[in-house]
Nanobody
Framework: QVTVVQSGGGSVQAGGSLRLSCSVS????????LGWFRQVPGKEREGLAG??????SYADSVKDRFIVSGDYAGKTLELQMNSLKPEDTAMYYC????????????????????????WGQGTQVTVSK
């Protein structure tokens, strides 16, 4: 059984920073790949950043402002969000994939929901003007 638990988020003014954290519990010997997504009502879930066996990837919308970090085993993941904008307001989700969906061609799908099997509970980020 794999569980993804998120923490962090909250409210901040434009230009400020927030940090999200995620922890994955599952097999102690498995290596998971993790990603961050966000969603606003009425829109599809958007991939923001991924970490696949030490290799990171970012969406163009956040690559100069957000930093993803975590351990190689895919048990922890963080997202440092800087220079936040009102359009960053959304529900943010951490996601984990099974080891079979790590590396190779799956790296290039790090920002797609199809890669991930497990999802965190979501945490709200609100950025005011």
């Amino acid at each position: 059984q794999v569980t993804v638990v998120q923490s962090g988020g909250g409210s901040v003014q434009a230009g400020g920073s927030l940090r999200l954290s995620c922890s994955v519990s599952g097999s102690p010997t498995s290596i998971y790949c993790l990603g961050w997504f966000r969603q606003v009502p009425g829109k599809e879930r958007e991939g923001l950043a991924g970490l696949d066996r030490g290799k990171s990837s970012y969406a163009d919308s956040v690559k100069d402002r957000f930093i993803v970090s975590g351990d190689y085993a895919g048990k922890t993941l963080e997202l440092q969000m800087n220079s936040l904008k009102p359009e960053d307001t959304a529900m943010y989700y951490c996601a984990a994939s099974t080891p079979a969906r790590c590396g190779g061609a799956w790296y290039w799908r790090s920002l797609t929901t199809i890669k991930y099997n497990y999802w965190g509970q979501g945490t709200q980020v609100t950025v005011s003007k």
